[in-house]
């Protein structure tokens, strides 16, 4: 048992498991496919990986990498590793191999778990000496992640755990050079998981389908959630709309976070009244705009509770909350308001205060903001002026309070003297009908300084042309608002949890101003 003076006043991300499992020990905590554990089996399984790790000589502080899907096994793993006391370390399946090199080799991993899959594909080339290989089914001859939960004892290991200890180091998408690996603390998720169901509202008695990937904060933030309070979590692999909406019924899922692109595969898909989606209660999107077609239909006909969520990996989700009686009231870049756990304010360069109506960066304070940049001291000090995270977002508050996000900084484009929004003129073309995804970038022109420029992927079947596009365009926009040029695309470079590398586009086609006659 856990000595009184380890645990007496601490917070722990593994105290999750236990406490629910001291309450709930015979309910359902997870299922994936056919395999199912009770809460009880939860604890009992990360408490045999977390005695593993200790007895195989790991101490605390040591990062254990894990280069994962969605799994039970992945899930053990990571409350396992902070169970012991070490840092979970998740790692993107979909990054190169120079970006997974990168990671473990700059958290100094000392063990990577890998997925079977994933091993055959990188094992040439990524030469990882010290695995486990997870979801194996008994195939290869390295040591299997299953084994390491036999022999070992069901109780969790005694290990000195502080709140602001480093529970695990996720690494940011490098748009201009190396990924910055943010160091988050057991308060930080802690406390992130709490203030989610209070602000959402979530109950016991719920389903979580967990299909975006748990290695990324906003699926994982979520994950903690349900577990705090006990409830199903339902764990899938690969998202395919129709598979998915049969799991819905089967499962009789109640909550969803997904991103809009996935709402729009299952609101508009010809079979969906095929099956029952009425156990939906809440369906929350991220990382990008709904278009309002797609918001209304999910609303009046799955009759489910839609709202927006925000954060980021270095101030843990959400943050900010779009809710559910605000939707049909007003449209256009919202993200709400507060999360309780947090403060958040609009601030101008020299770090005042604006008030309503007053374009600046969006920033915040709170519990759940990160420990800082692993090893780059000058990027963690950059994030914290004037006593408050900066999160590089561009937004005002309206009359009523609610925030508007207006673009990232990095994504406003500067055309003729003008500042235009990309994420205004996205949300208009993802009203137009025949248009099924948008990004819109700043292309570099020797008149306009940069040149807006619409990147469209087209609905199937449309016949959509450019001009009419930029007519729709002149009917809803001011006329520097309207692209000088759209570029049909049949999909965009994208990050495993979907968001539009837009920084990919802008490289790619930073010559496309460059002939003459589109001077313009």
Same mark, same amino acid.
């Given at each position: 048992?856990?000595?009184?003076?380890?645990?007496?006043?601490?917070?722990?991300?593994?105290?999750?498991?236990?406490?629910?499992?001291?309450?709930?020990?015979?309910?359902?905590?997870?299922?994936?496919?056919?395999?199912?554990?009770?809460?009880?089996?939860?604890?009992?399984?990360?408490?045999?990986?977390?005695?593993?790790?200790?007895?195989?000589?790991?101490?605390?502080?040591?990062?254990?990498?894990?280069?994962?899907?969605?799994?039970?096994?992945?899930?053990?793993?990571?409350?396992?590793?902070?169970?012991?006391?070490?840092?979970?370390?998740?790692?993107?399946?979909?990054?190169?191999?120079?970006?997974?090199?990168?990671?473990?080799?700059?958290?100094?991993?000392?063990?990577?778990?890998?997925?079977?899959?994933?091993?055959?594909?990188?094992?040439?080339?990524?030469?990882? #000496?010290?695995?486990?290989?997870?979801?194996?089914? !008994?195939?290869?001859?390295?040591? %299997?992640?299953?084994?390491?939960?036999?022999?070992?004892?069901?109780?969790? =290991? /005694?290990?000195?755990?502080?709140?602001?200890?480093?529970?695990?180091?996720?690494?940011?998408? &490098?748009? +201009?050079? /190396? =990924?910055?690996?943010?160091?988050?603390?057991?308060?930080?998720?802690?406390?992130?998981?709490? %203030?989610?169901?209070?602000?959402?509202?979530?109950?016991?008695?719920?389903?979580?389908?967990?299909?975006? =990937?748990?290695?990324?904060?906003?699926?994982?933030?979520?994950? +903690? %959630?349900?577990?705090?309070?006990?409830?199903?979590?339902?764990?899938?692999?690969?998202?395919?709309?129709?598979?998915?909406?049969?799991?819905?019924?089967?499962?009789?899922?109640?909550?969803?976070?997904?991103?809009?692109?996935?709402?729009?595969?299952?609101?508009?898909?010809?079979?969906?009244?095929?099956?029952?989606?009425?156990?939906?209660?809440?369906?929350?999107?991220?990382?990008?705009?709904?278009?309002?077609?797609?918001?209304?239909?999910?609303?009046?006909?799955?009759?489910?509770?839609?709202?927006?969520?925000?954060?980021?990996?270095?101030?843990?989700?959400?943050?900010?909350?779009?809710? =559910?009686?605000?939707?049909?009231?007003?449209? !256009?870049?919202?993200?709400?308001?507060?999360?309780?756990?947090?403060?958040?304010?609009?601030?101008?360069?020299? &770090?005042?205060?604006?008030?309503?109506?007053?374009?600046?960066?969006?920033?915040?304070?709170?519990?759940?903001?990160?420990?800082?940049?692993?090893?780059?001291?000058?990027?963690?000090?950059?994030?914290?002026?004037?006593?408050?995270?900066? +999160?590089?977002?561009?937004?005002?508050?309206?009359?009523?309070?609610?925030?508007?996000?207006?673009?990232? #900084?990095?994504?406003?484009?500067?055309?003729?003297?003008?500042?235009?929004?990309?994420? #205004?003129?996205?949300?208009?073309?993802?009203?137009?009908?025949?248009?099924?995804?948008?990004?819109?970038? !700043?292309?570099?022109?020797?008149?306009?300084?940069?040149?807006?420029?619409?990147?469209?992927?087209?609905?199937?079947?449309?016949?959509?042309?450019?001009?009419?596009?930029?007519?729709?365009?002149?009917?809803?926009?001011?006329?520097?608002?309207?692209?000088?040029?759209?570029?049909?695309?049949?999909?965009?470079?994208?990050?495993? +949890?979907? #968001?539009?590398?837009?920084?990919?586009?802008?490289?790619?086609?930073?010559?496309?101003?460059?002939?003459?006659?589109?001077?313009?």
């Amino acid at each position: 048992m856990l000595e009184e003076v380890s645990v007496v006043n601490r917070v722990a991300i593994g105290d999750i498991i236990r406490r629910a499992a001291s309450r709930y020990q015979d309910d359902t905590a997870l299922v994936e496919g056919d395999k199912k554990l009770t809460y009880q089996e939860f604890d009992h399984a990360s408490n045999y990986f977390a005695n593993y790790l200790i007895e195989s000589g790991y101490v605390k502080g040591d990062a254990i990498a894990t280069i994962c899907g969605n799994s039970i096994e992945h899930t053990i793993a990571m409350f396992g590793i902070q169970k012991a006391g070490l840092i979970w370390v998740p790692v993107n399946p979909g990054l190169s191999i120079s970006e997974k090199k990168y990671i473990l080799n700059k958290v100094d991993a000392k063990l990577t778990i890998i997925d079977y899959d994933f091993l055959q594909a990188d094992r040439s080339h990524l030469d990882i #000496k010290n695995i486990l290989v997870a979801n194996n089914q !008994g195939q290869g001859s390295e040591k %299997s992640f299953a084994e390491t939960l036999i022999g070992q004892s069901h109780q969790e =290991p /005694n290990v000195d755990i502080q709140d602001r200890d480093v529970a695990q180091i996720m690494f940011t998408s &490098g748009t +201009t050079g /190396n =990924p910055k690996g943010v160091c988050i603390s057991h308060l930080s998720v802690y406390f992130a998981s709490l %203030s989610n169901i209070i602000d959402i509202g979530i109950e016991r008695n719920e389903v979580l389908l967990a299909v975006m =990937p748990m290695f990324h904060c906003a699926q994982h933030t979520f994950l +903690t %959630s349900f577990l705090t309070i006990g409830a199903k979590v339902v764990i899938v692999k690969k998202f395919e709309p129709e598979n998915f909406m049969q799991l819905i019924t089967k499962e009789k899922g109640t909550f969803l976070f997904a991103l809009p692109m996935m709402y729009r595969a299952i609101i508009h898909h010809p079979n969906r009244n095929k099956y029952n989606l009425k156990s939906l209660k809440t369906c929350l999107y991220a990382m990008a705009p709904m278009d309002q077609n797609t918001l209304k239909k999910g609303i009046n006909e799955l009759e489910a509770d839609f709202l927006l969520g925000t954060g980021q990996t270095e101030m843990y989700p959400a943050t900010m909350l779009f809710k =559910p009686e605000q939707q049909l009231k007003r449209f !256009g870049s919202y993200w709400g308001t507060t999360a309780i756990l947090n403060d958040t304010a609009v601030m101008d360069d020299d &770090g005042n205060i604006l008030t309503k109506g007053q374009l600046g960066e969006i920033v915040h304070r709170g519990p759940n903001v990160m420990n800082g940049y692993l090893d780059n001291n000058e990027a963690t000090k950059e994030t914290r002026l004037f006593g408050w995270h900066h +999160t590089g977002d561009l937004g005002y508050w309206d009359d009523d309070g609610q925030m508007v996000f207006v673009d990232r #900084k990095k994504d406003m484009i500067k055309t003729g003297g003008e500042n235009v929004a990309s994420i #205004k003129i996205e949300q208009t073309l993802l009203n137009y009908e025949k248009i099924e995804n948008v990004v819109v970038v !700043g292309l570099p022109h020797e008149r306009w300084i940069e040149a807006v420029t619409a990147f469209v992927c087209p609905k199937d079947g449309s016949d959509v042309t450019e001009e009419e596009i930029i007519v729709y365009c002149k009917q809803h926009l001011g006329g520097f608002q309207v692209p000088k040029k759209v570029v049909f695309v049949k999909d965009f470079p994208m990050t495993t +949890t979907g #968001k539009i590398q837009k920084q990919k586009l802008r490289k790619q086609y930073e010559g496309l101003f460059i002939d003459v006659n589109l001077m313009q």
